[in-house]
């Protein structure tokens, strides 16, 4: 019912910035009340599962965000385009993986939790040289 399509990510520095983008449409034929409570980003390193990076909920704009990337990452959206961004700024080595980003379905989830989330994009990878 919903696709998420990523751009975004590459090969930088350590201490530089990205941006991750994320586009998250109805498929044809999806009704419009077709939404989703919450979006978010997650990443994943081989051999572990996918760490909470950031997350919103959709209709009032909270923001949420793991341990590691407060203070450095920024999850924003772009309610009339549907469309999700994360700005990563001083990135560091560790912050190397592979960057998801997610969707819900439409009714109320624990935004860290990688198993609340319905649609996923497909991948991105970052890599932060030292």
């Known amino acids: 019912q919903v696709d998420l399509v990523q751009s975004g990510g590459g090969l930088v520095q350590a201490g530089a910035s990205l941006r991750l983008s994320c586009t998250i449409s109805r498929r044809p034929g999806t009704s419009y009340e077709v939404g989703w409570y919450a979006a978010g980003w997650f990443r994943q390193v081989p051999g572990k599962g996918r760490e909470f990076v950031a997350g919103v909920i959709w209709s009032r704009g909270s923001k949420y965000y793991g341990d590691s990337v407060k203070g450095r990452f920024t999850i924003d959206k772009d309610n009339d385009k549907n469309e999700l961004y994360l700005h990563m700024t001083d990135l560091k080595p560790e912050d190397t993986a592979v960057y998801y980003c997610?969707?819900?379905?439409?009714?109320?989830?624990?935004?860290?939790?990688?198993?609340?989330?319905?649609?996923w994009g497909q991948g991105t990878q970052v890599t932060v040289s030292s």
């Open positions: 997610a969707a819900s379905g439409p009714s109320p989830v624990v935004v860290p939790t990688p198993t609340a989330y319905r649609y």
